[in-house]
């Protein structure tokens, strides 16, 4: 055994407190060095064992008593909070956040229904002013047919009609168009006839 | 191994540990009785002021109450207390060193400290006023408080072979450092020679 290993040997059997092997044994006994380093390691070790208790001063009286009522009233005036104290604060603002969203989504909604409703209602009304309209001319035409036959349809009769027409949206125009086929102009028939 | 501080019976302290993760307080109050005596010491053998060393102390088991939820069983309960208690030592220290102000700095030692090594009563302080803070802490957790190199390596946030390493040069420098006697000195000598 060399002595470098020796030396880890002497270390390891100090730490763990390991019986000498024979090796090292032998080693020592012929070795003076490593046996002084041995004896050098053991006698520190040994010191160190016995002083420690000495030197370590004691604690304060209370100290424990200290650390537990420190502990205590850390923890009793911890809030429950994660969910009271952050709750809201965390929340609130998503929960405000959708209400608006809502409140919109619903004001629009309504504003939406209603001009809908009056739009049906404007339709309405033009439909029937558009049929009572088409069914006036539908009556110009019976008379001009039966008047006179020959002559073409005096395009003054129609000129209010027109007029009335005009006023009309393009929505309601195409209603009329749609209307208008279903309209027996009895003066074309009459006037075939 | 015997320890300076009488480490407490460890036979209960994983149920207290886990009494303490199911929410029961009075467990802890069992761990603080347990540990804090030792703990302590720890924190004034490293050369904090009794103050310190209590307020330390203190912030130690908070911290440890704190985040005993993360605590590794597979570790002593003290090893990883003693952790928590050397950071919490090393920032103040940290903190203190910035902040002394000049008139306030400790006179240095001086060469008497020597004698304080020859008597065992002194050994301790010589050890901590000759050897650096490494050296010192290995030297104590061992001694002092009795620990294995694995718990020593914990506490130290180093390897287990690194822990071996720093006990045997700790105790290699101390011997450098300590006086000998006459007689040590010369049986010292013929046997370097023998060799």
């Known amino acids: ?193 | 191994m015997p320890t300076a501080t009488g480490a407490p019976d460890t036979a209960n302290i994983g149920d207290l540990v886990r009494n303490v993760k199911s929410g029961d307080e009075r467990s802890f109050d069992r761990l603080v009785h347990l540990f804090a005596e030792r703990v302590y010491r720890f924190l004034m053998v490293r050369g904090l002021s009794s103050h310190d060393a209590e307020d330390i102390t203190q912030e130690s088991f908070m911290k440890a109450y704190d985040a005993i939820k993360d605590y590794d069983e597979k570790y002593a309960f003290s090893t990883w207390l003693f952790t928590i208690a050397k950071r919490q030592a090393v920032s103040h220290q940290r903190k203190q060193k910035h902040h002394v102000p000049l008139e306030n700095l400790p006179d240095l030692p001086e060469k008497e400290s020597q004698e304080e090594g020859s008597n065992l009563e002194g050994l301790w302080e010589f050890v901590r006023n000759n050897l650096n803070e490494s050296h010192f802490d290995v030297l104590w957790l061992k001694y002092g408080e009795g620990m294995s190199l694995g718990d020593i390596a914990e506490v130290m946030n180093i390897s287990q072979v690194n822990s071996r390493v720093l006990i045997h040069r700790a105790r290699e420098k101390l011997a450098k450092l300590l006086p000998k006697s006459k007689e040590d000195a010369a049986s010292t000598l013929a046997m370097t020679k023998e060799c």
């Open chain 1, 1 to 193: 055994m060399d002595c470098n290993k020796a030396i880890d040997e002497i270390n390891r059997v100090i730490d763990e407190g390991l019986p000498l092997e024979e090796s090292l044994s032998n080693h020592l006994r012929t070795c003076g060095k490593c046996s002084d380093y041995y004896m050098e390691m053991q006698s520190i070790d040994e010191k160190l064992a016995a002083s420690a208790t000495s030197f370590a001063p004691r604690a304060p009286e209370g100290l424990e008593a200290r650390i537990i009522s420190a502990i205590g009233n850390r923890n009793s005036r911890k809030p429950e909070p994660e969910k009271i104290t952050h709750f809201p604060f965390h929340y609130g603002r998503f929960a405000a956040a959708a209400c608006f969203i809502l409140l919109t989504m619903g004001a629009s909604f309504l504003v939406w229904q209603h001009k809908t409703e009056v739009e049906k209602q404007n339709s309405a009304k033009q439909l029937a002013e558009l049929k009572e309209i088409f069914t006036d001319l539908a009556n110009v035409n019976k008379k001009a047919g039966e008047a006179n036959e020959e002559k073409p349809i005096d395009s003054a009769l129609y000129a209010p009609l027109e007029n009335e027409v005009s006023k009309l949206t393009e929505d309601t125009k195409a209603a009329g168009r749609f209307f208008i086929r279903f309209i027996p102009f009895s003066s074309t028939e009459n006037r075939k006839g």
